[in-house]
């Protein structure tokens, strides 16, 4: 791509996220628990009275959502390594992602991720004295065209 090479464990990643990211908007939107998982959000109330068992809903969704997490943990670590500073190191990252992609929607924070990814690394390239500023800038103008 563009004169660069990618070794075959990114793009198992890249793949993987991609078919992970697919299955977690379908489950989302087309299966029993997902319209559970809505309900709950939306209404908890209401949610208990058309009888859905809320808290064993929420304990799945952070089970899974847990579950998603170490293994997004143990398949990066081959390419960013560990430190003892990882989380915070990453945590600006991901809080951006989530603040720009929107909390509620897998494919924004999956467009979010790739976009200032993709800027970051970039910047960082092409202007290594604005490179960590960059992703911040990115940011502020996605924000304010897409509040």
Not at 19 to 41: C, D, K, P
Not at 78 to 104: K, P, Q, R
Not at 112 to 119: E, H, N, Q
Request: aromatic share 10%.
């Amino acid at each position: 791509l563009m004169g660069q090479s990618f070794g075959v464990y990114r793009l198992f990643l890249i793949g993987l996220s991609l078919v992970m990211t697919i299955a977690l908007v379908s489950g989302l939107e087309f299966t029993r628990f997902g319209a559970q998982v809505r309900a709950a959000v939306d209404n908890q109330r209401m949610a208990r009275g058309l009888g859905i068992d809320v808290e064993r809903v929420f304990a799945v969704t952070f089970a899974l959502g847990s579950g998603l997490a170490g293994l997004g943990g143990a398949l990066a670590v081959e390419i960013v390594g560990l430190d003892h500073a990882f989380a915070l190191t990453f945590l600006v990252f991901v809080l951006i992602v989530v603040a720009v992609g929107g909390l509620g929607s897998i494919g924004g924070s999956l467009a979010a991720a790739s976009v200032l990814g993709i800027s970051d690394m970039a910047g960082k390239y092409y202007l290594p004295e604005l490179g960590a500023f960059l992703i911040y800038l990115v940011m502020v103008a996605l924000l304010m065209w897409r509040p």
